[in-house]
């Protein structure tokens, strides 16, 4: 069935899954009942009001022309990137594991690779990966470690190229590798609750990250912080939002015992703190608390010592946040310099992300 024959309630339901919405988040953000998304979605009631699929449009912050297949939404990522394939091939590989390079060389490439995707060089770090991967292989006997980081830095990059099938896969096999180190296995946790929730498994990756959390409390307080933010946002994602508020008080209790101690590379610190509180916010739907927090977090200190990839991503779910509340409170988007300044940022990139490019031009920037 190609998308243009897929029917509008499929398509909804997809969307949906997508902005990680469950059917009753999504039908109280529309003023309806959850038996009448399901009835909807199920294409036991026609959809063929549009000024109703334009409602649904902006709740899923879609173009109303994608929700009826009139085109194709832009691919995730910046741009197409061809060595997707490569990757793929080289988790395929079981074979031929010999090292071809010294335990010193593969340690040198593996923090260039961690230190190229941090600067939100993706496709140079896709490119870098099958030998990467293939050399972490090859030295597992001496220095598992290496490997389980080279398997997290392919996670986290086939997440962040809308890949997150296979990314899973790519964290999946970290888990596998670190064995019983606490601290190696709770990092690649991380990487599991990531791309659980890029799926949209958001209950999943709860019960993941915090049964992960418990065995990496002991081994690293950064580790065990990061697992709980991750955690945090599955439960919100899920809907809970005291769960959601409770682990990020826990996270935030962490975060000031590290000091900015971050041996495994999760990012963590009370930066990643703040602006889990600003996604959680965003997650239960109160735009206005997420503008507010989001505010107090990019004049932070915290905000600065972020590596690229953390603030980029971050200001992604930030304009999320932005355009909810353009539909709620629009002087509070327009006329505040911050909130246009953040547009501007996210409208530049491409693709935009839905509904960033409009807003753009609704408040007068251009990307």
Request: hydrophobic fraction near 45%.
């Amino acid at each position: 069935m190609t998308s243009a024959d897929e029917p509008i309630g499929r398509r909804v339901a997809r969307w949906r899954a997508r902005r990680r919405m469950t059917q009753q988040m999504f039908a109280d953000r529309l003023g309806r009942s959850k038996s009448w998304v399901d009835k909807t979605e199920r294409g036991v009631r026609p959809l063929d009001r549009y000024p109703v699929i334009q409602e649904i449009a902006r709740v899923l912050r879609v173009d109303p022309l994608v929700l009826l297949g009139e085109h194709r939404p832009p691919p995730i990522g910046a741009g197409p990137v061809d060595g997707v394939d490569g990757i793929r091939a080289a988790l395929a590989r079981y074979d031929d594991h010999r090292a071809t390079a010294s335990v010193a060389e593969t340690g040198r490439h593996v923090a260039h690779a961690w230190l190229t995707y941090q600067h939100a060089h993706y496709a140079q770090v896709v490119r870098l990966l099958p030998r990467l991967l293939h050399a972490a292989q090859g030295v597992r006997a001496q220095e598992p470690g290496l490997l389980v980081q080279a398997y997290r830095i392919t996670s986290s990059v086939l997440v962040k190229l809308g890949e997150a099938d296979l990314g899973w896969l790519a964290a999946d096999r970290a888990v596998a590798v670190a064995g019983g180190d606490a601290a190696l296995a709770g990092a690649a946790a991380v990487s599991v609750g990531q791309a659980l929730r890029a799926l949209g498994r958001d209950r999943l990756a709860l019960v993941a990250t915090l049964a992960a959390a418990r065995r990496a409390a002991p081994a690293s307080e950064a580790v065990h912080g990061a697992l709980l933010l991750q955690a945090a946002l599955a439960a919100a994602g899920c809907g809970d939002a005291h769960r959601a508020e409770e682990l990020i008080e826990r996270a935030a209790e962490v975060a000031a015992r590290v000091a900015g101690d971050d041996p495994h590379r999760t990012g963590f610190g009370p930066g990643a703190v703040e602006a889990a509180r600003v996604v959680a916010a965003l997650e239960r739907g109160d735009a206005e608390e997420a503008v507010r927090r989001h505010e107090q977090t990019v004049r932070g200190q915290a905000w600065r010592r972020l590596p690229t990839e953390y603030r980029a991503a971050y200001l992604v779910d930030a304009a999320r946040a932005l355009v909810d509340a353009d539909a709620v409170a629009p002087a509070e988007v327009r006329c505040r310099p911050l909130a246009r300044t953040v547009v501007a940022e996210v409208a530049r990139a491409h693709p935009a992300p839905a509904g960033v490019a409009r807003l753009a031009t609704l408040v007068g920037l251009t990307r």
